[in-house]
């Protein structure tokens, strides 16, 4: 059996409609038999489609789309199905297209048949699109200049400003170096090597360092962290296993592990495949304390004259190989892995442009094209593949420009629609219809409650004033980050940082000392505006806009104001009005 296909592979299903699916198993000779009957299919939600043993599929009363899984003898196919919402619109309300991105999702929203919500407003673009490439609220004097700045073009502007900005490469730095683990394990003697390796992804993400050449110079390191950074990524990734599925899940947006023993269930991925990638790194050897934690700081990356890996089931030595690419000869002392980016950095590499598209993408919207984001199987097709497509393309004609990517999301029209729901998009989560509310990573929400009450939070032996999102490794960290997901750093997974609320960081910023400590600081924000000139109704719109990045209302000045000249202490009326701005939705969550 050479492989299956499933007709159609891609359809439109009516609500209470039926599809009949058609799987044909294809062989080595050419012949073709129908196998609709034989094969194992399922639904990734059944709630949208049921299918039976037959293979006919039966939309239920839910809009969106899912995928019918067909497998046979290890091999695998998928029909694309979407169900649109039952409507008698006559017209399409109107979606500007600022850039490929627009068209796409315009066209996919035409046949869900779910309207889009309307653009936002500035103030919510300036905060969103600021947290998300700058990693903080905006300061207010920067809100109070855009809101009057009356140019067509001072969104873009917004957005070029921000990615040339030193926050831009704080956000990304703090972003790569959790995935690329860089983790000092309350070891003194990794401290250089961690503040060392997070320096240079930073200096590279400042520089503008292409995606393909960061990815190379990590992937193909050699040498002391002392004059190659980035091999401090091999003082934590340090078996051949490790080497494999932290390369796939970071750089190719794969799972493999699982066909490490064994064929992958849902992937055409074998365990020749797997070993054929393990046949990149077999070469890699170390130098001094090799296998001793207190001395990896001081070791050195080389690469062997030779190396190899066996097939576990047959014994035969595996030769290098990319994912379903041919074999390919090494000679002595060359270093493989170079041929393993070569394989990656190209067009036709179907994983590599899409895996960090898909990435940003998940970055800016909370939820990836492809979601788990690092789970880019068959079996889970992106929700909108063009899309996808058209995305990496682009990275890859930008030359792998990192930049590039996240400024056509951020000033595509998508990106730029409300939050508020209409009458069509309320449970709609695929499309993008809608900006869906996302919460403040911890680090996010920490700096932006520092920045609000003007009081810094102090991480030991690191200067005054450094941000969480600063801070090059998770040993420099705290009850509140904690608390609210940093990630461990234990594996390359993103699924290590939790953005879920719980009753725990509720309590948390309701009552702890550690916040509270913050608020009611004689020099805090509040205690400067309470005995600052000017009447209650100018402190009160100030400190609106302080914390929530927006004008107050008219009613919400008039309520502050009421309330702070019924308390017999203006100070505490002032951080009484703080608190509760910090625990209002609007302020911990990007919206």
Known sequence: LQRI????????????????????????????????????????????????????????????????????????????????????????????????????????????????????????????????????????????????????????????????????????????????????????????????????????????????????????????????????????????????????QVFLGLRIGCARCHHHPFENFTQGDYYGLAAFFTRIGRREGIGVAERRAKETVFIKAAGSVKHPVTGNVVKPHGLGGPDLEVPPYADPRHRLVDWMATRENPYFARAFVNRMWAHCFGRGLVEPIDDMRVTNPATNPRLLDALANEFVDSGFNMRRVLELITTSTTYQLDSSANVDNLDETQGHSRFYPQRLSAEMLLDSIDQVTSRPTAYGGLPVGTRAMQLPDENYSNQFLKLFGRPPRESACECERTAAPSLSQSLFTLNDSFLLGKIFDAKSRAGVLATADGDHAARIRRLFLVALSRPATSIEVEKAVKYVVSESDAKTAYSNLMWALINTKEFQYNH
């Open 5 to 248: 296909e499933v007709f159609p592979s891609e359809a439109t299903v009516r609500s209470g409609h039926s599809q009949q699916l058609v799987v044909t198993a294809v062989y080595d000779d050419g012949t073709r038999r129908d196998v609709s009957r034989v094969v194992e299919l399922r639904t990734n939600d059944s709630s949208l489609v049921e299918i039976d043993g037959a293979g006919l599929a039966t939309a239920g009363k839910r809009t969106g789309q899912t995928a019918v899984i067909a497998l046979l003898q290890g091999r695998v196919a998928v029909s694309r199905l979407t169900v649109p919402l039952e409507t008698s619109r006559a017209s399409w309300p109107e979606f500007p297209i600022a850039n490929l991105i627009d068209r796409h999702v315009q066209r996919k929203l035409k046949t869900l048949g779910v309207a889009p919500s309307a653009v936002c407003d500035d103030a919510k673009f300036l905060r969103r699109v600021t947290l998300h490439l700058a990693g903080r609220i905006p300061r207010p004097d920067d809100i109070e200049a855009f809101l009057a700045d009356g140019s067509p073009r001072k969104r873009a502007k917004l957005v070029s400003r921000l990615l040339a900005s030193p926050d831009y490469a704080d956000t990304f730095a703090q972003k790569w170096s959790a995935l690329l683990r860089n983790k000092r394990r309350g070891q003194k003697d990794r401290i250089a090597g961690t503040i060392t390796f997070h320096r240079w992804i930073r200096n590279a993400i400042a520089s503008g360092m292409p995606f393909d050449r960061f990815v190379r110079s990590i992937l193909t390191a050699t040498g002391n962290v002392s004059v190659s950074p980035p091999a401090q990524w091999y003082a934590e990734v340090r078996y051949l296993d490790r080497y494999v599925d932290d390369t796939a």
